[in-house]
């Protein structure tokens, strides 16, 4: 079956700090991979997405994320984090069917 | 281009009443897809409509069940409330069905039962 892991429930980075969330996917030779973000109350904002191509792509807001095959991972970076990336972000894979999601990351900054 | 539009945004219902939920997907979209987001559960897949037509279905029970109209607009509705219903209720529309359409997230409702 489909499954998205992100191991980190919850993470407290310092404001200005290079910022990592890992992800595990487990569907499929060709994943179709995406990173979500929501803030408290709202809905899901895309920030990137990978379905082929060049292993490291780039997306809003100054995120990045990387695709690695063998370690089955899609990790989320950026290098310095805004008090405004605080929020809970979501790994996500697209099967035939569905998306499927990861439990989230809780991101918090502290000043 | 206005994005997903889901009404209401907030909802309080007792436990064995019914409710209906409405989504407005973006001008052009013909796909609806909707999910629950819960504490405890996390983002599930209900269910997606494309052209009218239910395309895929999550593993919810058939208290939860939805329509889609010729306009692309959806309703999701779930009938005999229980507490564990409780929950914000996304939709995500599309250009169309299928693995390589990306999604587009609407704000949610949130429905409480008491």
């Given at each position: 079956?489909?499954?998205v892991?992100q191991?980190d429930?919850?993470?407290t980075?310092?404001?200005g700090?290079?910022?990592?969330?890992?992800?595990n996917?487990?569907?499929?030779a060709?994943?179709?991979?995406?990173?979500?973000?929501?803030s408290?109350?709202?809905?899901?904002?895309?920030?990137?997405?990978?379905?082929?191509?060049?292993?490291?792509?780039?997306?809003i807001?100054?995120?990045?994320?990387?695709?690695k095959?063998s370690?089955s991972s899609f990790?989320?970076?950026?290098?310095?984090?805004?008090w405004s990336d605080?929020?809970?972000?979501?790994?996500?894979?697209r099967?035939?069917?569905?998306?499927?999601f990861g439990t989230?990351?809780?991101?918090?900054?502290?000043? | 281009k206005?994005?997903v539009?889901q009404?209401?945004?907030?909802l309080?219902?007792?436990?064995?009443?019914q409710v209906?939920l409405?989504?407005?997907p973006i001008?052009?979209h013909?796909?609806v897809?909707?999910?629950?987001?819960?504490?405890?559960q996390?983002l599930?897949?209900?269910f997606?409509?494309f052209s009218?037509?239910?395309?895929?279905k999550?593993?919810?029970?058939g208290?939860?069940s939805?329509?889609?109209?010729?306009?692309?607009?959806?309703?999701?509705n779930?009938s005999t409330?229980?507490?564990?219903?409780?929950a914000?209720?996304?939709?995500?529309?599309?250009?169309?069905?299928?693995?390589?359409?990306?999604?587009f997230?609407g704000?949610?409702?949130?429905?409480?039962?008491?």
């Amino acid at each position: 079956a489909q499954s998205v892991t992100q191991p980190d429930i919850h993470i407290t980075v310092s404001e200005g700090a290079s910022l990592e969330l890992r992800c595990n996917y487990s569907y499929g030779a060709t994943p179709y991979l995406f990173w979500y973000v929501q803030s408290p109350g709202q809905g899901l904002q895309l920030l990137l997405k990978y379905f082929s191509g060049d292993t490291l792509v780039q997306g809003i807001k100054g995120f990045e994320a990387e695709f690695k095959r063998s370690q089955s991972s899609f990790n989320l970076r950026k290098p310095s984090v805004h008090w405004s990336d605080a929020a809970e972000y979501f790994c996500v894979e697209r099967g035939n069917e569905k998306l499927t999601f990861g439990t989230g990351t809780r991101l918090t900054i502290i000043p | 281009k206005a994005g997903v539009t889901q009404t209401p945004r907030y909802l309080i219902k007792t436990r064995g009443q019914q409710v209906t939920l409405s989504c407005s997907p973006i001008s052009g979209h013909r796909s609806v897809s909707w999910y629950q987001q819960t504490p405890g559960q996390g983002l599930q897949f209900l269910f997606e409509y494309f052209s009218e037509t239910q395309r895929n279905k999550g593993n919810f029970p058939g208290r939860f069940s939805g329509r889609q109209f010729s306009n692309s607009r959806s309703e999701m509705n779930v009938s005999t409330l229980e507490l564990g219903d409780s929950a914000l209720y996304l939709c995500a529309s599309s250009l169309g069905d299928g693995r390589y359409n990306e999604q587009f997230f609407g704000p949610g409702t949130r429905l409480t039962v008491l």
